[in-house]
């Protein structure tokens, strides 16, 4: 990315074992920005708007959100629309990254404000390729939040 060091990865998602993956095969494709992990969508819009755990932590200017929809608490399409109807954090790239891949969700997603919907691959590898493609897309980028 662009200044890579300045924009700050949220990845929300709530599987561990998903979100070990996806952190390590960005990191093998030369992702080495700074990867906050929000297990619901509860924390995810605590840790943007520094509320609850993070109520008092300074907020992070550029943020890119890696957001699955299958969340605990408030789920990903909830996630989305608060982030995208509020004006503090509307210009912040939602980049989901789902099991899902029924049109009429992939469609709810960018009407919701996603910039680039990605279907997880239940294969290893072809989602080990998927993420290391999604990381080759992030280095590409150029992200500002409008700070």
Same mark, same amino acid.
């Given at each position: 990315?662009?200044?890579?060091? #300045? =924009?700050?990865?949220?990845?929300?998602?709530? #599987?561990?074992?998903?979100?070990?993956?996806?952190?390590?095969?960005?990191?093998?494709?030369?992702? !080495?920005?700074?990867?906050? !992990?929000?297990?619901?969508?509860? =924390?995810?819009? #605590? &840790?943007? &708007?520094?509320?609850? #755990? &993070?109520?008092?932590?300074?907020?992070?200017?550029? %943020?890119?959100?890696?957001? $699955?929809?299958?969340?605990?608490?408030?789920?990903?399409?909830?996630?989305?629309?608060?982030?995208?109807?509020?004006?503090?954090?509307?210009?912040?790239?939602?980049?989901?990254?789902?099991?899902? $891949?029924?049109?009429?969700?992939?469609?709810? *997603? &960018?009407?919701?404000? *996603? *910039? =680039?919907?990605?279907?997880? @691959? =239940? $294969?290893? @590898?072809?989602?080990?390729?998927?993420?290391?493609?999604?990381? %080759?897309? %992030?280095?590409?980028?150029?992200?500002?939040?409008?700070?």
């Amino acid at each position: 990315m662009n200044r890579a060091h #300045d =924009v700050t990865i949220l990845l929300v998602e709530d #599987d561990p074992g998903h979100g070990r993956l996806i952190e390590k095969n960005l990191r093998r494709s030369s992702i !080495t920005n700074d990867i906050v !992990t929000a297990t619901n969508g509860q =924390v995810a819009l #605590d &840790y943007l &708007y520094g509320e609850g #755990d &993070y109520a008092g932590n300074e907020r992070v200017s550029t %943020l890119l959100a890696l957001l $699955d929809l299958n969340l605990p608490v408030l789920d990903g399409y909830q996630v989305l629309e608060r982030v995208k109807a509020d004006d503090r954090t509307k210009r912040i790239p939602a980049v989901v990254l789902t099991t899902t $891949d029924d049109p009429r969700e992939v469609s709810r *997603c &960018y009407d919701l404000g *996603c *910039c =680039v919907y990605v279907t997880k @691959p =239940v $294969d290893y @590898p072809q989602f080990a390729e998927a993420i290391r493609r999604l990381g %080759l897309f %992030l280095s590409i980028v150029t992200v500002s939040n409008g700070e």
